[in-house]
């Protein structure tokens, strides 16, 4: 049976580039004034499978509430996006009205029947029942610092290790110092988690194979660019239906980001993870923002409930003990993070995980013990703590 597809469009020319394109499917235009008039439409042609409607920057707003309207009265409907450029405002608009995918003229002419059929897979009815929605793991720290996505490649790396071969593993690294991840890993991205941002629900698992950046231990790798100077603007909506997406493509991700990407964003990243990590160390200086930070999220109702405390480059005798720390930031120990300075400092420059070159090293062990730890069912331990005086009192004063 072939597909029966109407396009809303102004100009007849992507009907036209349609038919020539998929000469498989029918194609009809229709101009339309409002959605009772295409519900009507689409009753009278008997069956449509799926609707194009031509974006614009002129006509993205009206366009965009047309085909809102429209799922709200036919929900089971495929809507796609066409245009003649990739204007990324133009096809987010698309795409955050609820179209499933966006073709453009010239540059999508090889692949129209190709991206027509996978469309029509994906909004298929019960398409998506069933599939297993993968756990989103965070590791966040109140300050920026190149830690953050290091503890965030070893712990994608053991959630790897622990879920076997054939289950697909994402790093998606936001924080600052910007392409971290990627820079650890020695990865040469061409594409990364703003381009994934961009193309919102697009994300497939033909786009993870082709464009997503790939570590030879089978680990996917999305990271900011490397060359960018500053923090690039994330609007946190939008990085959340990137990871609902990204849920059902993969077994597991684990997210680097930081304190400076906001509020709003924190809140919600937190609200979706399974488990999330609050990272810090000894010093007075991270301690005191963990503070302030995790002060900001509680006072703006955060759910804290599925965060642990995770203290990295742990040294004995230099005044704050985890336990300590644990009841002063009022989050239960998660990890104690040990290691050799020069292993740690050789792995990254390197571009090799430290279980590749320093396996021996307290880290390895303690890292694949926090995944271990992830991984398991929830249970009631929390970490008990003792106040103390002196630089303790120094710090939470």
Same mark, same amino acid.
């Given at each position: 049976?072939?597909?029966?597809?109407?396009?809303?469009?102004?100009?007849?020319?992507?009907?036209?580039?349609?038919?020539?394109?998929?000469?498989?499917? =029918?194609?009809?235009?229709?101009?339309?004034?409002?959605?009772?008039?295409?519900?009507?439409?689409?009753?009278?042609?008997?069956?449509?499978?799926?609707?194009?409607?031509?974006?614009?920057?002129?006509? %993205?707003?009206?366009?965009?509430?047309?085909? =809102?309207?429209?799922? =709200?009265?036919?929900?089971?409907? %495929?809507?796609?996006?066409?245009?003649?450029?990739?204007?990324?405002?133009?096809?987010?608009?698309?795409?955050?009205?609820?179209?499933?995918?966006?073709?453009?003229?010239?540059?999508?002419?090889?692949?129209?029947?190709?991206?027509?059929?996978?469309?029509?897979?994906?909004?298929?009815?019960?398409?998506?029942?069933?599939? %297993?929605?993968?756990?989103?793991?965070?590791?966040?720290?109140?300050?920026?610092? =190149?830690?953050?996505?290091?503890?965030?490649?070893?712990?994608?790396?053991?959630?790897?290790?622990?879920?076997?071969?054939?289950?697909?593993?994402?790093?998606?690294?936001?924080?600052?110092?910007?392409?971290?991840?990627?820079?650890?890993?020695?990865?040469?991205?061409?594409?990364?988690?703003?381009?994934?941002?961009?193309?919102?629900?697009?994300?497939?698992?033909?786009?993870?194979?082709?464009?997503?950046?790939?570590?030879?231990?089978?680990?996917?790798?999305?990271?900011?660019?490397?060359?960018?100077?500053?923090?690039?603007?994330?609007?946190?909506?939008?990085?959340?239906?990137?990871?609902?997406?990204?849920?059902?493509?993969?077994?597991?991700?684990?997210?680097?980001?930081?304190?400076?990407?906001?509020?709003?964003?924190?809140?919600?990243?937190?609200?979706?993870?399974?488990?999330?990590?609050?990272?810090?160390?000894?010093?007075?200086?991270?301690?005191?923002?963990?503070?302030?930070?995790?002060?900001?999220?509680?006072?703006?109702?955060?759910?804290?409930?599925?965060?642990?405390?995770?203290?990295?480059?742990?040294?004995?005798?230099?005044?704050?003990?985890?336990?300590?720390?644990?009841?002063?930031?009022?989050?239960?120990?998660?990890?104690?993070?040990?290691?050799?300075?020069?292993?740690?400092?050789?792995?990254?420059?390197?571009?090799?995980?430290?279980?590749?070159?320093?396996?021996?090293?307290?880290?390895?062990?303690?890292?694949?013990?926090? %995944?271990?730890?992830?991984?398991?069912?929830?249970?009631?331990?929390?970490?008990?703590?003792?106040?103390?005086?002196?630089?303790?009192?120094?710090?939470?004063?």
């Amino acid at each position: 049976m072939r597909t029966q597809a109407l396009v809303i469009a102004d100009d007849p020319v992507y009907l036209n580039w349609l038919q020539n394109a998929a000469p498989g499917a =029918e194609f009809s235009l229709a101009r339309v004034s409002d959605v009772d008039d295409l519900v009507d439409r689409i009753h009278a042609t008997g069956r449509v499978d799926v609707v194009f409607f031509e974006f614009s920057p002129a006509t %993205a707003a009206v366009r965009a509430a047309l085909v =809102e309207h429209l799922l =709200e009265r036919v929900p089971d409907i %495929a809507v796609a996006g066409v245009g003649q450029d990739g204007d990324s405002a133009t096809m987010l608009a698309a795409m955050r009205a609820g179209a499933r995918d966006f073709f453009i003229v010239q540059r999508d002419d090889a692949n129209v029947a190709a991206l027509l059929s996978r469309l029509l897979r994906r909004s298929a009815p019960g398409a998506t029942a069933g599939r %297993a929605q993968g756990r989103v793991y965070g590791v966040m720290a109140a300050l920026p610092g =190149e830690s953050i996505a290091f503890l965030g490649e070893h712990l994608a790396l053991a959630c790897a290790e622990r879920l076997g071969k054939g289950e697909r593993v994402l790093l998606l690294d936001v924080a600052i110092p910007a392409g971290a991840a990627s820079i650890f890993l020695n990865l040469n991205q061409t594409y990364g988690v703003l381009d994934a941002i961009n193309d919102g629900n697009r994300c497939d698992a033909t786009l993870v194979d082709t464009a997503f950046s790939r570590h030879a231990s089978g680990l996917y790798v999305l990271s900011l660019p490397e060359d960018f100077i500053g923090r690039p603007h994330i609007d946190g909506t939008e990085l959340m239906q990137l990871l609902s997406v990204l849920r059902g493509l993969f077994a597991c991700t684990v997210v680097a980001y930081d304190g400076h990407l906001g509020v709003d964003a924190l809140r919600g990243l937190l609200g979706l993870a399974d488990r999330s990590l609050m990272l810090t160390d000894q010093s007075i200086l991270r301690s005191r923002h963990s503070k302030y930070l995790l002060r900001a999220l509680r006072l703006d109702d955060c759910p804290l409930d599925r965060l642990g405390l995770v203290v990295d480059d742990y040294r004995k005798r230099v005044g704050l003990e985890p336990q300590n720390l644990s009841e002063l930031l009022d989050l239960p120990v998660s990890a104690t993070l040990s290691t050799q300075a020069a292993n740690r400092t050789q792995a990254m420059n390197q571009g090799e995980p430290m279980f590749v070159c320093a396996p021996k090293d307290e880290y390895c062990a303690g890292v694949r013990q926090l %995944a271990a730890t992830l991984q398991a069912p929830r249970d009631a331990t929390t970490g008990t703590s003792e106040s103390g005086g002196g630089l303790l009192s120094r710090l939470f004063k």
